[in-house]
T-cell receptor, first 110, second 113 residues
Framework: AQRVTQPEKLLSVFKGAPVELKCNYSYSGSPELFWYVQYSRQRLQLLLRHISRESIKGFTADLNKGETSFHLKKPFAQEEDSAMYYCALMRTGTASKLTFGTGTRLQVTL | KAGVTQTPRYLIKTRGQQVTLSCSPISGHRSVSWYQQTPGQGLQFLFEYFSETQRNKGNFPGRFSGRQFSNSRSEMNVSTLELGDSALYLC????????????FGPGTRLTVT
């Protein structure tokens, strides 16, 4: 069975500091990886997915199959980045079925 | 475009009762997925319906069931409620292909006493 691990429950950084939210997964096949974000009093929403190779709001994530990781990075944290971040995995052939990590709360302070 | 809506937003039930939650997807979306979110277990996949058929299923007991109507609206039902069923229930809709983004609703907060 697949599993997604986010080792940090809370990550606190200063504004302007680099951010790295860790995500490791276990799955024997070729997964599709996502980062979802939930801002205060808002819905869960997609931030980015590995197949898009995009940078959204300054965030990037690279799939490292050797280390089975999909860490989320941003060079300079902003106050508005404070939110709950979830890493999620979708197995091949299971459209719409996401396995989520437990989430990391990012707190950006002045 | 209107987002995913869920009703009711809050619900209090007693152990042993049953409950039905509703999800209206974004217009044109044929896939509706349901997730349970609890502090202890996080977000867990319940099931997914696509064009009125259950396409994927998570590891939940048979007390959890769902259905989808021809207009893509979906309901989930929990029978014989237990205290541990207290959770935020989220639904998400998408066009249905693995490459399509899932859009989440605000959730229904169920409290079982």
């Amino acid at each position: 069975a697949q599993r997604v691990t986010q080792p940090e429950k809370l990550l606190s950084v200063f504004k302007g500091a680099p951010v790295e939210l860790k995500c490791n997964y276990s799955y024997s096949g070729s997964p599709e990886l996502f980062w979802y974000v939930q801002y205060s009093r808002q819905r869960l929403q997609l931030l980015l997915r590995h197949i898009s190779r995009e940078s959204i709001k300054g965030f990037t994530a690279d799939l490292n199959k050797g280390e089975t990781s999909f860490h989320l990075k941003k060079p300079f944290a902003q106050e508005e980045d404070s939110a709950m971040y979830y890493c999620a995995l979708m197995r091949t052939g299971t459209a719409s079925k996401l396995t989520f990590g437990t989430g990391t709360r990012l707190q950006v302070t002045l | 475009k209107a987002g995913v809506t869920q009703t009711p937003r809050y619900l209090i039930k007693t152990r042993g009762q049953q409950v039905t939650l509703s999800c209206s997807p974004i217009s044109g979306h044929r896939s509706v997925s349901w997730y349970q979110q609890t502090p202890g277990q996080g977000l867990q996949f319940l099931f997914e319906y696509f064009s009125e058929t259950q396409r994927n299923k998570g590891n939940f007991p048979g007390r959890f069931s769902g259905r989808q109507f021809s207009n893509s609206r979906s309901e989930m039902n929990v029978s014989t409620l237990e205290l541990g069923d207290s959770a935020l229930y989220l639904c998400a809709s998408s066009l249905g292909d693995r490459y399509h983004e899932q859009y989440f609703g605000p959730g229904t907060r169920l409290t079982v006493t």
